[in-house]
């Protein structure tokens, strides 16, 4: 089993929509959870941050971790074709990522239909 | 340069043959990392540093060295490549306090023939 899991779609769903993406991970000791937005042919850039269990809001954008369940979600409101990217989780036992990095899922491609 | 700089943007590369991956940052970061992107198998860490001077193995070292001489450059060798190094690389790193998130240089993509 693999220590982060996540769907690699590709994920279509038309502009305007509510869009759900989601982790699950086997390993209870991490605590900080991430979100990345990659778009093709570019560097994952930072889109959320959460630190143990909650949810964050930031604009469209709101992550919510649930650490009993091991499952991490982003949602993006009214959804818009530049969503269009792959979307990256990522999670880590220590603030800064740790000496060792971050534990990445594979990333899911999701396409907004104009 | 702004950020990470990646050098080369792409290469084709035969077997065998010995390549520098450069890496550059202006933010001043301590820790700084490799990864390796495959479809199907996501981001893979190959080596990081913490700090200028140290370097250590993530998930994927085998065939690969880096050094960190100062704290702007992490370069990635790989001595002899083979296919299977053929991937996307990525450099990356992150500030030592406050913002948590790590920066990306935009890769290098590389094909071993």
């Known amino acids: 089993q693999k220590e982060v899991e996540q769907d690699p779609g590709p994920l279509s769903v038309p502009e305007g929509a509510i869009v759900s993406l989601n982790c699950t991970y086997s390993?209870?000791?991490?605590?900080?959870f991430m979100w990345y937005r990659q778009y093709s042919r570019k560097g994952p850039e930072l889109l959320m941050y959460t630190y143990s269990s909650g949810n964050k809001e930031d604009g469209r954008f709101t992550a919510q971790v649930d650490k009993s369940s091991k499952y991490i979600s982003l949602f993006i409101r009214d959804s818009q074709p530049s969503d269009s990217a792959t979307y990256l989780c990522?999670?880590?036992?220590?603030?800064?990522?740790?000496?060792?990095?971050?534990?990445f899922g594979k990333g899911t491609h999701l396409i907004i239909q104009p | 340069i702004a950020g990470i700089t990646q050098a080369p943007t792409s290469q084709i590369l035969a077997a065998g043959r010995r390549m520098t991956l450069r890496c550059t940052q202006d933010m001043r970061h301590n820790a700084m990392y490799w990864y390796r992107q495959d479809l199907g198998l996501g981001l893979r860490l190959i080596h990081y540093s913490n700090t200028a001077g140290t370097t250590g193995k993530g998930e994927v070292p085998d065939g690969y060295s880096v050094s960190r001489a100062n704290t702007d450059d992490f370069p990635l060798t790989l001595a002899s490549a083979v296919p299977s190094q053929t991937s996307v690389y990525f450099c990356a790193s992150r500030p030592d306090l406050g913002n948590y998130g790590y920066t990306f240089g935009s890769g290098t993509r590389l094909t071993v023939v």
């Open positions: 390993n209870s000791a991490f605590q900080y």
């Open positions: 990522a999670m880590s036992l220590y603030s800064g990522g740790g000496a060792d990095g971050l534990t």
